[in-house]
């Protein structure tokens, strides 16, 4: 079976800067002056010839989507292209209707959310019966919630956080209003 050798990170990484790289690791810890002095020639060395490489690397892969443009091969240009140059972004906060299309505006967003609470609580307060102020005595009232605590507690409501039971996220909470 063996172990497998690390490989470099980016393609422009070479066996030098590889070598350069292992060679600081042993002045990276030690404490004397000559060692960390080490330290910090090879760690310039290796930035500069990491960005001469990465400048060759990129030239090379310029010439070669010029080369596919000449003949003729643009898909295999724009393929280059977008490997270089292209973040993928993941729409992970999308929000499908029920059919499973995609929302796109709010007022959208919203009427779904209604629609998925409606469905979540439909059942649920059926069987509980809420007490009448007046039928309670004073002692096993607690203090009253101001408006404004309640405002307060929800404009201070962190984004992108894990909903809680319910399944509501904190953001459609601040966007419902009143």
């Known amino acids: ?87 993928r972004r993941m729409n992970r906060n999308a929000l499908k209707s029920k059919t499973g299309e995609i929302l796109i505006t709010a007022e959208q967003k919203v009427n779904r959310w209604k629609e998925y609470l409606e469905e979540l609580y439909a059942n649920q307060f059926s069987g509980n019966v809420l007490e009448e102020e007046n039928c309670v005595e004073d002692e096993d009232k607690g203090d009253y919630i101001l408006q404004s605590e309640i405002d307060f507690a929800i404009e201070n409501l962190k984004n992108n956080k ?15 209003g009143e």
């Not at 080369?67 to 280059?80: C, M, T, V």
């Not at 894990?162 to 419902?176: R, S, T, V």
Request: aromatic share 6%; charged share 40%.
């Open 1 to 87: 079976m063996g172990s497998r050798e690390k490989e470099a990170r980016k393609p422009w990484i070479t066996e030098e800067i590889i070598e350069l790289i292992n060679e600081r690791r042993k002045y990276k810890n030690q404490n004397n002056i000559d060692s960390q002095q080490n330290y910090k020639h090879i760690r310039n060395i290796i930035q500069r010839k990491a960005k001469e490489a990465k400048e060759k690397w990129l030239d090379n892969q310029c010439t070669e989507v010029e080369e596919y443009l000449k003949r003729g091969r643009s898909d295999l240009a724009f393929e280059i292209v977008k490997k270089l140059f292209c973040t």
């Open 162 to 176: 894990a909903c809680g039971i319910d399944k509501i996220p904190a953001e459609l909470i601040k966007c419902a």
